[in-house]
């Protein structure tokens, strides 16, 4: 379904041209270090050998399916929203089938070539259009309990498909449709006690278990006095308050370790414990007891983080300079190309280099709040909230990855990672974006 209306006609060129800054700036980090200095760098970018070769001709492909987007029928997304969900999902089935592992995850399927394709990036398109064509229905009331479950239904159950590929990183990317779904009406209490759980979490990690049950015991106490009054008034308050102490109690002395030991693998555990200062004992983990976890443990599983410290801190205020990098040029910080490539601009260009690449992703995002918000349509809308949540999830938890305030989970940065898939995703999410807001005077269900 191609338009015959010029290309140009109502889309935000700035947000093409952020997009272009990003894709570039990858490849510039990507090139950074990989280059050498016995090599001729023109050969080597058109060899298609070296990542970064591969990267740009990634980029090629994103542009020519760019071009195509802006050149399609807003309807067709629309129309065949759900349908692409159930593709996708067919796609993260098929990896359980004819699927390869790569670093012990096995979630890609072959295309030939040393090309693979990882479905968990593309389903995130998918389960994105699912979401908005569902919640937009003309009947639609997301008021209610019961359309509230089956939208967290379509955005979770990826999630779901992600965690028995061992791809827990991906997996905790779907969460973010929540924040879509806030601002469609979804009662502010999930959000709140999904926080409220990450905390404990965090509480269960670095406070002793009966310390802790002690903690939560006397500000319960205290939580029960202040409202002494309105307990002897009614005393289902009392009753409530009673349950959410058992029920945070338990989490922490039950539930928390149940999903370390169960759940997770050994090094997921591992690295999930180093990061708040603490040991894991895999002798506990069932997936290691049986032999099935897919990585070993290592008591220094935290080495790529130390080392992405160092090469970040090493760029100082202004940065050693382009190519003068020693630790990630040094090849001293592992998947610095991939999950950790953000040390090799932190280290070149240094404190000041960071400050203004945040700045190009906080403009991004905040462009695309501020389309979101100009949509007539409901569909467009959602749609464009969850490619910002995405974006977001995906750029806080990486950067703070990378500088030890959250637990190695190998997510991407988006443009900027090396990986076809990660950058086609992104690329389409961001033009069929664009697609919609061209065309936002049209009430799109």
């Known amino acids: 379904m191609i338009q015959n209306k010029p290309i140009s006609k109502g889309v935000d060129w700035f947000v093409v041209f952020l997009y272009a800054v990003l894709v570039c700036i990858g490849i510039l980090c990507i090139f950074m270090v990989e280059y050498k200095p016995d090599v001729n760098w023109v050969t080597s970018f058109l060899s298609g050998k070296t990542s970064y ?9 994103c542009v020519i399916l ?18 692409f969900y159930v593709f996708g999902i067919g796609l993260m089935l098929a990896t359980f089938v004819i699927g390869r592992s790569v670093n012990g995850s096995k979630s890609w399927i072959p295309l030939g070539g040393g090309f693979n394709l990882q479905p968990a990036e593309l389903c995130k398109i998918f389960t994105a259009l699912a979401l ?9 009331d997301f008021s209610k309990t019961r359309s509230q479950i089956i939208a967290a239904c379509i955005a979770l159950f990826p999630a779901v498909l992600s965690r028995l590929q061992h791809e827990t990183g991906l997996a905790l990317v779907y969460t973010c449709f929540f924040i879509a779904m806030y601002r469609e009406g979804l009662p502010p209490k999930v959000l709140v006690i999904g926080f409220s759980f990450a905390v404990l979490v965090i509480a269960t990690l670095l406070v002793e ?11 319960a106490g205290i939580v029960g006095y202040i409202m002494r009054f309105q307990i002897k008034r009614n005393r289902m308050i ?36 180093m990061a708040f200062g603490k040991e894991y004992n895999c002798e506990d983990n069932a997936a290691y007891k049986k032999g099935l976890g897919t990585k070993a443990p290592h008591q220094t599983d935290d080495y790529n983080v130390r080392q992405s410290k160092i090469a970040i801190g090493s760029g100082g205020v202004l940065g050693k ?30 404190f000041t280099g960071c400050i203004v690449f945040l700045g190009v992703y906080v403009t991004l995002l905040l462009r695309i709040v501020w389309m979101a918000e100009r949509q007539r349509s409901t569909f467009s809308r959602v749609y464009a909230y969850c490619v910002a949540s995405i974006m977001f999830f995906h750029i806080a938890v990486n950067i703070c990855m990378t500088i030890g ?41």
């Open 53 to 61: 070769s591969k990267q740009l001709m990634f980029a090629g492909i």
């Open 66 to 83: 760019a071009t195509f987007i802006l050149l399609s029928d807003s309807k067709l997304y629309t129309a065949f929203a759900n349908l």
């Open 132 to 140: 908005a064509k569902y919640i937009s229905l003309q009947d639609m």
């Open 209 to 219: 278990k009966n310390w802790l049950a002690g903690i939560l015991t006397v500000i």
């Open 238 to 273: 009392l009753v409530v308050l009673a349950s959410i102490w058992g029920v945070c109690v338990g989490i922490q002395r039950f539930a928390v370790p149940y999903i370390f030991n169960n759940v997770f693998e050994c090094y997921q555990s591992q690295r999930i414990y």
């Open 321 to 350: 300079g382009f190519l003068k990098g020693t630790q990630t040029r040094g090849k001293y910080v592992p998947e610095q190309n991939t999950d950790f490539i953000f040390t090799s601009l932190g280290e070149a260009f240094g």
């Open 405 to 445: 305030l959250f637990p190695s989970i190998g997510i991407a940065l988006p443009f900027i990672s090396y990986g076809g898939s990660s950058l086609l995703t992104f690329t389409v999410l961001i033009f069929i974006l664009l697609r919609l807001d061209a065309d936002r005077q049209m009430v799109l269900r």
